[in-house]
């Protein structure tokens, strides 16, 4: 089994190389921004409770998004492993993480990181507002506040994984294609 944790700023690419990864590992890919996109569609009561938060570009509280994330992980449990994408963001997060795992004889392989410069973030999801419409990336304050909270609250988690020698960086610029080559060539040493 191997369980991935992709990370990195807004914009730094996660989502797109996570399909790419999908494929190449038959991993279940759990994003926790889709699902909530998913409810906030749907107008469920956990939709109305995250959009409240993402609309401002500030982080769903911990509690409610580690319940969603250990009940998406439950709806599999015949997965070969999972891909972690934008989970966790806090620490507390990453510890919740562990707990449930452990719980289930699980564990996190790897911690793949991929850095982007911040100008290069902001021109990203300016672009991406443009084709996907999402409203957390057509107003310049909200990736502002976006950016800010990831080094504020999200950076941090990565001292979690390299602490426990779980962490590669990854250069995240580039053809998207030669990103995939590096992080599959990270993830091969683990194998
Ligand atoms: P993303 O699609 O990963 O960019 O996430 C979009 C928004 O969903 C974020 O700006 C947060 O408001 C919320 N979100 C996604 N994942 C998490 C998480 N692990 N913890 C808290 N909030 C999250």
Redesign the pocket.
């Known amino acids: 089994m191997i369980n991935l944790v992709l990370f990195g700023p ?1 914009g730094a690419g ?2 797109t190389q996570a399909k790419k990864l999908v494929d190449n590992y038959h991993l279940v890919h759990l ?4 699902i ?2 998913y409810n906030i569609k749907h107008q469920t009561e956990l939709g109305a409770i ?1 959009k409240s ?2 609309d401002d ?4 509280p ?1 509690d409610v ?1 580690i319940k969603m994330l250990e009940t998406e992980v439950n709806k599999h449990p015949d997965a070969k492993g999972f891909i972690f ?6 620490e507390n ?1 990453a510890k919740a993480l562990d707990h449930f795992l452990e719980s289930k004889d699980m564990d996190i392989t790897l911690m793949l990181s991929l850095q982007v410069p911040d100008d290069e973030l902001t021109e990203r999801l300016q672009k991406r507002a443009e084709t996907d419409g999402r409203a ?1 990336d057509a107003d310049s304050e909200i990736i502002a506040n ?1 950016i800010a909270v990831y080094k504020r609250e999200t950076e941090p988690v990565a001292e979690y994984y390299r602490a426990q020698d779980k962490f590669e960086a990854i250069r995240g610029t580039g053809p998207i294609d030669e990103v995939g080559n590096r992080l599959r060539a990270a993830i091969d040493k683990y194998l």
Do not use: C, E
Not at 31 to 34: E, I, L, Y
Not at 57 to 60: A, D, K, P, Q, Y
Not at 85 to 90: A, K, L, V
């Open positions: 807004p996660k989502g994003s926790t921004g889709d909530f996109r995250a938060y993402m570009g500030n982080l769903v911990d998004t994408d934008g989970f966790p963001r806090t997060q957390d976006r």
